[in-house]
């Protein structure tokens, strides 16, 4: 059953002289007990996505389309149905832990927070609720922790307050925005098998943004690729990174450190940069990066479907070793 399911999905930045897409057309579902990355690099969109689910767009944005929540449009809610859904039924752990976390509160008041005000915990029971769980965040010296302000922690345990914030409350929906950024690579272990025991035990949904190829291989059972603000593939993990059909896709997976993926295949940068969005006009986006680009290209190619589960928009998908119908 799908938990969340999000259907064309566009967000306008729009300003005094000028719109700006940000985000076009995005379609994706995440069902319950399922881990669905979303892998791309910085400026592809991927955040935005995830706070318009949260309705934490900033201001001057407009937003199009359907999320809905359980069978609920949230675009359709006001702030006050929305509050009672964040923390709640769904956690986000947010990438910067400094402006996620409130420099004036100590950390144990700041996990208490959600268990009071979603389950009417009194003080005692949501302050023994919290160290429980910085206990299995394996934040050091717990007890003292909750009396702690987030400046007298490390960046790495700061995100791991943050990711404890996010649990409180058992969401059915978690959404993490880069998790393990700040985190050395054996905390990063633990806190994925963490939120992968989460979504088992209680049958909810994960939605991992990354742009990290390895956690993504690991973690995920399907993955979304955006580029410019849309996606352009989208398949099985497996399947995905053993046989890219798009060249965006490709090119990533040629620039990442290979041992993440068992191979010792030569690391191969991606040319040039994502362009900024107000350059963004009609074609495929990547197509002044991607080596295969032709004439072509400056019409943007149609989302095609390649086999079960597996999408993805260029007009060359018969060239490069991608995968086609």
């Given at each position: 059953?799908?938990?969340?399911?999000?259907q064309n999905?566009?967000?306008?930045?729009?300003?005094?002289?000028?719109?700006?897409d940000?985000?076009?057309?995005?379609?994706f579902?995440?069902?319950e007990?399922?881990?669905?990355?979303?892998l791309g690099?910085?400026?592809?969109?991927?955040?935005?996505?995830?706070?318009?689910?949260?309705?934490?767009?900033?201001q001057?944005?407009?937003?199009s389309?359907?999320?809905?929540?359980?069978g609920?449009d949230?675009l359709?809610?006001?702030?006050k149905a929305?509050?009672?859904?964040?923390?709640?039924?769904i956690g986000?752990i947010?990438q910067e832990?400094?402006?996620?976390l409130n420099?004036?509160?100590?950390?144990g008041?700041?996990?208490?927070?959600p268990?009071?005000?979603?389950?009417?915990?009194?003080?005692?029971?949501?302050?023994s609720?919290?160290?429980r769980?910085?206990?299995r965040?394996?934040?050091?010296?717990?007890t003292?922790?909750l009396?702690a302000?987030?400046h007298?922690?490390?960046?790495?345990?700061?995100?791991?307050v943050?990711?404890?914030m996010?649990?409180?409350?058992?969401?059915?929906?978690?959404i993490?925005?880069?998790p393990t950024?700040?985190?050395?690579?054996?905390?990063q272990?633990?806190i994925?098998?963490?939120?992968?025991?989460l979504?088992e035990?209680?049958d909810?949904?994960?939605?991992?943004?990354?742009h990290?190829?390895?956690?993504?291989?690991e973690?995920?059972d399907?993955?979304?690729?955006?580029?410019?603000?849309?996606i352009?593939?989208?398949?099985p993990?497996?399947?995905?990174?053993?046989?890219?059909?798009?060249?965006?896709t490709?090119?990533?997976?040629?620039?990442?450190?290979?041992r993440?993926l068992?191979?010792?295949?030569?690391?191969?940068?991606?040319?040039g940069?994502?362009?900024?969005p107000?350059?963004?006009?009609v074609g495929?986006?990547?197509?002044?990066?991607c080596?295969?680009?032709?004439?072509?290209?400056?019409?943007s190619?149609?989302?095609?479907e390649?086999g079960?589960?597996?999408?993805?928009?260029?007009?060359?998908?018969?060239q490069?070793?991608?995968?086609a119908?």
């Amino acid at each position: 059953m799908a938990l969340l399911e999000v259907q064309n999905l566009s967000i306008r930045l729009e300003r005094a002289d000028e719109s700006v897409d940000l985000v076009r057309d995005v379609s994706f579902s995440v069902g319950e007990g399922e881990v669905v990355g979303v892998l791309g690099e910085s400026g592809c969109g991927k955040s935005l996505t995830a706070f318009s689910v949260l309705g934490l767009l900033p201001q001057g944005m407009k937003i199009s389309g359907r999320i809905a929540f359980d069978g609920e449009d949230l675009l359709t809610l006001d702030e006050k149905a929305l509050c009672a859904l964040r923390g709640n039924r769904i956690g986000m752990i947010f990438q910067e832990p400094m402006t996620a976390l409130n420099p004036v509160k100590t950390v144990g008041d700041q996990i208490a927070e959600p268990l009071r005000l979603h389950k009417r915990l009194g003080r005692a029971a949501a302050r023994s609720e919290a160290r429980r769980l910085l206990e299995r965040i394996r934040l050091p010296d717990p007890t003292a922790a909750l009396d702690a302000y987030p400046h007298q922690l490390s960046g790495g345990q700061r995100q791991r307050v943050v990711i404890a914030m996010a649990l409180a409350c058992r969401p059915n929906l978690l959404i993490a925005d880069e998790p393990t950024t700040a985190l050395d690579t054996t905390v990063q272990r633990q806190i994925l098998d963490l939120l992968v025991d989460l979504v088992e035990e209680t049958d909810s949904g994960l939605l991992l943004i990354t742009h990290d190829i390895g956690i993504m291989a690991e973690t995920t059972d399907r993955v979304l690729v955006m580029y410019g603000g849309a996606i352009v593939e989208a398949a099985p993990t497996a399947a995905l990174v053993n046989s890219p059909a798009h060249p965006y896709t490709r090119a990533l997976l040629q620039a990442t450190p290979q041992r993440a993926l068992g191979s010792d295949a030569r690391l191969e940068p991606i040319p040039g940069t994502v362009p900024p969005p107000s350059s963004h006009d009609v074609g495929c986006r990547f197509r002044t990066r991607c080596t295969l680009a032709t004439a072509q290209c400056e019409k943007s190619p149609p989302l095609r479907e390649l086999g079960p589960g597996r999408i993805a928009a260029c007009w060359r998908l018969e060239q490069g070793g991608g995968t086609a119908p």
